[in-house]
């Protein structure tokens, strides 16, 4: 699944479509609702790097990963496929690493 962040505005609306073309399953989110979106969307303020800390495998929570999703863009918003088992990952870093071509660091992010 890719993450498209404002997936309602010009460009995003783009990036959204040509990953649905190329076959990725698709979740759009922006500040303002987009009615027409032809992936799963939704409405979700994100800034800065600590709305992704979700998603980084170094990450580690006292909360479970499912009220964590829950509680930061509500019950029933973000599609889950399969268990997220205690502190599971919502997303495969590895795979996120192969298909960007990239390795993440977590010193990216300041302390």
Request: charged share 25%; hydrophobic share 35%; net charge positive.
């Amino acid at each position: 699944m890719a993450l498209v962040t404002g997936a309602a505005g010009r460009l995003g609306r783009r990036v959204v479509q040509l990953l649905l073309d190329r076959g990725y399953e698709v979740l759009g989110t922006d500040r303002v609702p987009y009615e027409e979106s032809p992936s799963s969307f939704v409405v979700a303020d994100i800034q800065g790097y600590e709305a992704f800390l979700l998603a980084q495998q170094t990450t580690r929570f006292d909360e479970p990963t499912k009220e964590l999703i829950e509680r930061n863009f509500g019950k029933g918003k973000i599609p889950i496929r399969g268990q997220l088992e205690d502190n599971s990952s919502v997303i495969s870093t590895k795979k996120a690493q192969r298909v960007l071509g990239m390795k993440f660091r977590p010193e990216w992010c300041p302390a």
